[in-house]
């Protein structure tokens, strides 16, 4: 599968986002929320002795497609490759924003330049960094859905094949 790479090449999540605004394949969704964009391997090392690390430089980007706001609440990420995914927690998105969705903790925010970053609270990185066999790796999904690996709810999805350390690649 072509795909468009680019190696961010900003320090700032914010300015790469907006140089990865023009995908060559559009993401696309038929719900609220729409995958744009994601960075499967967190830059630098993942784990060092047993300790995770930079789990919030592991994330995906989604967008509220719709003219309102957008509470998150509910919709299931669903990794192809397991079963144990979290929904994600209430955050209310508005009307055309964009959310940095990170695997680690924090506090819900909104940064200066407009995009949102929410956090999923996991301890350890979730996103496999080689994931060749399963298309799509990724399936967001309605509110309710299960997190079985097949299609069921899934409103937008995103595929990666083998993800370079701090490359965000576009859905
Ligand atoms: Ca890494
Ligand atoms: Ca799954
Ligand atoms: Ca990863």
């Not at 696309?28 to 995958?35: D, E, Q, V, Y």
């Not at 919709?75 to 490759?81: A, E, K, L, R, W």
Request: hydrophobic share 35%; aromatic share 8%.
């Amino acid at each position: 599968m072509s795909r468009t790479v680019r190696t961010a090449a900003f320090a700032s999540a914010a300015l790469a986002l907006v140089a990865l605004a023009t995908p060559s394949q559009a993401a696309s969704t038929t719900g609220a929320l729409m995958l744009t964009h994601v960075r499967p391997n967190a830059a630098g090392a993942d784990t060092r002795d047993g300790t995770q690390l930079n789990l919030n430089g592991e994330y995906f980007v989604i967008k509220n497609v719709t003219t309102r706001t957008i509470n998150t609440s509910g919709y299931v990420p669903d990794i192809t490759t397991n079963t144990y995914g979290r929904a994600l927690p209430s955050y209310y998105l508005p009307a055309g924003a964009k959310a940095y969705v990170h695997t680690g903790s924090g506090r819900h925010y909104r940064d200066s330049a407009g995009a949102h970053h929410i956090y999923r609270g996991y301890a350890r990185h979730v996103l496999l960094n080689t994931s060749t066999a399963k298309n799509p790796d990724l399936r967001l999904k309605k509110p309710g859905s299960p997190d079985d690996n097949t299609a069921t709810g899934s409103i937008t999805t995103c595929n990666w094949n083998t993800a370079a350390d701090g490359t965000t690649y576009a859905c």
